[in-house]
């Protein structure tokens, strides 16, 4: 037998032999990873096949600066489940896990992880959308998922307030076309996203897209909805044109108020027919007077009924163009003047010889 070769025999016996020494000795979970969503941290891994089923895990982290601490979250060091949670304060800093299998007294070596930096690590969940549609416009508020961290009122943070880079796209479909899109970097009740011009009857989309962040590191959601019908058979067309008419009928009648009592056309001027003479008068003075008053003469213009104008003398005829004027000047009650009585007036001829206006 050669010194290269191994026989049967001998190949059996060391495999017990290491079976024997193996007996009794506990495997190193595998798999051992640690993940963060919305800044929650959580290790997880996998137990080895040859692991008892009564076995149970420590967890113990660090960072940077820091020496291993037991993770107390996860029932006094000691679980059965593959995933234990953990908090970490910091999330600029960088951080490390491990664990390690006990059983019957015995204790597996430590399995870690590798490193996990929660600012740039962290996997931002899927937000929620709530919305108001309103005379086909619709509304959209984001609300992004609380982180461990609490506020000073003892509230959660919400993911984009310790994440202050975080803001979205807001993406509107019908059916699979893309129609609008809104940036939505301050989502609130008091300044909603907001989306215009939905048509009635229609169904659309919302999807968010988280912006300034890998695909890979944010998760989106997506929501449907159905608008409402419109008024069904409602006449638009005749209705605006009914609108067109009444407005140009106010605008018409608008006009002829205006022009009846804002520029009123000026009155005529008649007088009475005492007054009139009876010639004809010569062309040139046939201008139409305007009218002052209409009906019966006023009483400063009304001649006396039982005196008379004086008659025309035949052999001293009226010289041409002569008319009569009527003075303003009042004559005193029962004055006669030719032999006709006037109430407030005096008829004076026109024209005079020089000779007459000197003698007056």
């Known amino acids: 037998m050669g010194c290269g070769r191994m026989s049967p025999a001998l190949l059996l016996l060391l495999f017990l032999a290491s079976c024997s020494l193996l ?51 996860c029932g006094g060091n000691r679980i059965s489940s593959w995933v234990c949670e953990l908090y970490f304060d910091r999330i600029h800093d960088i951080y490390w896990a491990r664990v390690r299998v006990v059983a019957g007294g015995e204790q597996s070596e430590w399995a870690s992880s590798s490193e996990l930096q929660l600012y740039r690590d962290t996997i931002i969940g899927p937000p929620k959308l709530s919305w108001l549609l309103q005379d086909q416009i619709l509304s959209v508020k984001i609300i992004t998922p609380l982180t461990p961290y609490k506020k000073r009122t003892g509230s959660y943070k919400p993911v984009n307030r310790v994440l ?31 989306f215009g011009h939905l048509k009635p009857s229609t169904q659309y989309c919302v999807r968010t897209v988280a912006a300034d962040i890998a695909r890979e590191r944010s998760r989106e959601v997506e929501r449907c909805l159905v608008t409402p019908a419109g008024p069904a058979g409602f006449p638009w067309v005749l209705a605006v044109l009914s609108a067109f008419f009444l407005l140009l009928l106010l605008s018409v009648a608008g006009l002829c108020f205006i022009q009846l009592h804002v520029f009123p056309s000026p009155p005529e001027m008649c007088l009475p027919k005492a007054l009139v003479s009876d010639r004809s008068p010569p062309a040139w003075s046939r201008a139409r007077v305007p009218c002052i008053f209409r009906g019966s003469a006023p009483p400063f213009l009304q001649l006396s009924h039982h005196q008379h104008p004086p008659p025309r003398s035949r052999s001293r005829p009226e010289p041409p163009g002569q008319r009569w004027l009527l003075s303003p000047a009042a004559a005193p009650t029962g004055s006669h003047t030719h032999g006709t009585q006037l109430s407030a007036g005096v008829l004076v001829p026109l024209r005079h010889s020089r000779r007459s206006m000197d003698q007056s």
Do not use: M
């Open 23 to 73: 007996q009794g000795t506990l495997l190193r979970p595998r798999h051992v990873r640690l993940e963060a969503q919305n800044f929650h941290v959580w290790l997880h891994w996998e137990p080895d096949p040859s692991s008892p089923i009564s076995a149970t895990y420590e967890v113990e982290w660090r960072n940077r600066t820091s020496n291993w601490t037991k993770a107390g979250a």
């Open 164 to 194: 202050l880079k975080l803001w979205y796209w807001l993406h509107l479909y019908e059916e699979d076309l893309l129609v609008q899109q809104v940036p939505c970097k301050r989502s609130s009740e008091k300044v909603p996203c907001t």
